[in-house]
């Protein structure tokens, strides 16, 4: 069965960092690409990041296929950013999400 689980997330002043990650098993996971996504309650799910491209500079997107896992850096956060982050992979079989991390910038 595909898991993918969610890890990283926490409370985060303004303009500090975190490294989420997602830890990928089920499917050959050096032969698909892995996207991250986010959502804030009552709003539609937005795309943050996949391979060479993200929706704001200061988030990088890059994965360790040896271990299984994407990564999400963001710097430079701001309250705007608060969400919780989901990763997604879509594969032959279908496609899979995350349950999600919650990432909450804030004073």
């Known amino acids: 069965q595909v898991q993918l689980v969610e890890s990283g997330g926490g409370l985060v002043q303004p303009g500090g960092s975190l490294r989420l990650s997602c830890a990928a098993s089920g499917f050959t996971f050096s032969s698909y690409a892995m996207s991250w996504y986010r959502q804030v309650p009552g709003k539609e799910r937005e795309w943050v990041a996949s391979?060479?491209?993200?929706?704001e500079d200061r988030f990088t997107i890059s994965r360790d296929n040896a271990k299984n896992t994407v990564y999400l850096q963001m710097n430079s956060l701001k309250p705007e950013d608060t969400a919780v982050y989901y990763c997604y992979a879509r594969t032959v079989r279908g496609e899979y999400w995350g349950q999600g991390t919650q990432v909450t910038v804030s004073s």
């Open positions: 391979y060479a491209d993200s929706i």
